[in-house]
């Protein structure tokens, strides 16, 4: 291991993990988008049907969360062992092992081992993790161009947009406005093309294929990474990642540290979790592993960028870890009652919904009043969805509680509020018989002054033959003692 990762005070995540304007300012400006609402409401309507559907066809769908569960808090326990354990296996396979801090460690890796094949073109698996770290405008900088080539996300990039969705990055769009895209920014393409999606999907297929057929770097994440043998998995559904996986002779795959699973045995529990909980598949068309370089077959330069990037800030935290045990199914965003209104953009984050408003300020952390994360945790009605949804049981609502706490004291710079200094003091009132009573004399002494002062309009003594404090006036040279002493006389 080049670097060590869990030094203390691991330095926050960076990249497109935290947008500029606060969760309320940007779920009110998406709610004004009625194409949007209208996009993400049928999308995720179907998504929701056919994920049901799919789950239910296996009889003990729950044991396999739990156990599902139970596998990835393992691996956080393990962490380290694993990570060495999964270096070791790449390196003895052939590959080569970088570690990354954060984001722009992560960008200039991937910089110069493209800059050492002498390619100024990439092509990219879809992959969460290079655009947490904003991967192709780090190597745009370099004078380099990655392209994206699964369709959704060539969608996003060719339309100037960013993804709102784990599993569909362009669920915001809807096939007219794809049509109008490919027109506008795709090279080649047939003037009369319809919105029909066979002919924009063929429409894509033609103009990514020379693409695949150049191109000598390829750059990819990984669904899931197998310590006992350096195995990388991708698992997809069009096709694309397979041409990235084998034809460029440089593969370069950046990957999340808490992506690994022990033994292929683990991987086992996983691969039925995924495909039904994102795609309603019974097991996704492709699965693509690799493990290190093989002679004559596939990419001959195998490189792993393992990044942090704040993943072991989230790690330290005991109640807030169990983000990390997230599988990129995207099945909490589509029962999200908020998420399916405003979308993914009004997070801010590379990860949106349930899940992306528990990572992304734990990633970051909360720098103070003014940080958009700091609203996150609150972009919830807490009904839970999200945890009946999730494959690997993230209790989601709990961890928003959690998190709200933390943003409450980063608001307030670690000083106490009025809220806890008011429940200190009843929590000191309540805590002896004796101190309640005392507490309760207080009140009506409090009530009385009240009156007194004509500040409550009514008595809470029902038959008492004044109704209201007007009817008490307190004489401008009399002392609140003598009015008590004369008031009390009379309801003698």
């Not at 000598?216 to 043998?229: Q, R, W």
Request: hydrophobic share 40%; proline share 7%; glycine share 8%.
């Amino acid at each position: 291991m080049s670097t060590f990762l869990g030094n203390p005070g691991p330095p926050p995540g960076t990249g497109d993990l935290r947008g500029t304007q606060t969760f309320p300012a940007a779920a009110r400006k998406a709610l004004g988008d009625s194409q949007l609402r209208a996009n993400l409401g049928a999308a995720t309507a179907t998504i929701r049907a056919k994920r049901a559907a799919a789950v239910a066809e296996v009889p003990d769908w729950e044991q396999l969360r739990a156990a599902g569960s139970a596998l990835k808090a393992s691996v956080l326990q393990r962490l380290p062992e694993l990570l060495e354990q999964f270096e070791a296996n790449v390196t003895a396979r052939g590959g080569t092992v970088h570690w990354a801090r954060d984001a722009a460690e992560a960008g200039r890796i991937a910089t110069d081992l493209i800059r050492a094949t002498g390619s100024t073109e990439v092509v990219k698996v879809k992959s969460m993790a290079t655009q947490e770290i904003r991967l192709n405008e780090q190597l745009a900088e370099h004078g380099i161009t990655a392209y994206e080539t699964d369709l959704a996300e060539l969608i996003v990039q060719l339309g100037h947009d960013t993804p709102s969705h784990f599993l569909v990055p362009a669920i915001h769009r809807n096939r007219a406005e794809i049509r109008e895209i490919f027109l506008r920014e795709m090279p080649g393409v047939d003037p009369d093309i319809s919105d029909d999606p066979r002919a924009l999907a063929t429409a894509a297929r033609t103009y990514l294929r020379h693409k695949f057929l150049t191109a000598k770097v390829a750059i990819s994440g990984a669904n899931f990474a197998v310590a006992e043998t350096g195995t990388l998995t991708v698992v997809e559904s069009e096709g694309n990642g397979r041409m990235c996986l084998t034809l460029p002779d440089t593969l370069i795959t950046v990957l999340g540290i808490e992506k690994l699973v022990p033994s292929f045995t683990d991987l086992e529990v996983f691969m039925q979790l995924l495909p039904r909980s994102s795609t309603a598949e019974r097991m996704n068309p492709y699965t693509s592993m690799w493990t290190g370089v093989h002679p004559g077959d596939g990419p001959q330069r195998v490189h792993v960028i393992l990044l942090d990037n704040g993943r072991t800030r989230v790690l330290a935290d005991e109640a807030g870890r169990a983000a990390l045990h997230c599988i990129r199914c995207s099945a909490c965003l589509n029962v999200c009652p908020v998420y399916e209104r405003v979308g993914g953009h009004a997070y801010g984050s590379v990860y949106p919904g349930p899940i992306g408003a528990i990572l992304s300020p734990q990633l970051t952390g909360l720098t103070g009043p003014d940080d958009p994360n700091a609203t996150l945790p609150y972009a919830s009605t807490l009904c839970g969805a999200c945890f009946d949804a999730c494959p690997v049981r993230i209790d989601i609502p709990s961890i928003l509680v959690h998190l709200r706490a933390h943003a409450v004291d980063a608001h307030r710079g670690g000083l106490p509020g009025p809220q806890d200094l008011a429940m200190k003091a009843a929590a000191a009132a309540m805590s002896t018989p004796s101190r309640f009573a005392a507490a309760e004399r207080l009140t009506r002494l409090g009530r009385l002054l009240g009156r007194a002062r004509g500040r409550i309009t009514t008595l809470p003594y029902p038959g008492s033959k004044w109704t209201t404090s007007r009817d008490l006036p307190l004489p401008p040279k009399e002392t609140f003692r003598q009015w008590w002493s004369r008031t009390h006389e009379e309801r003698k």
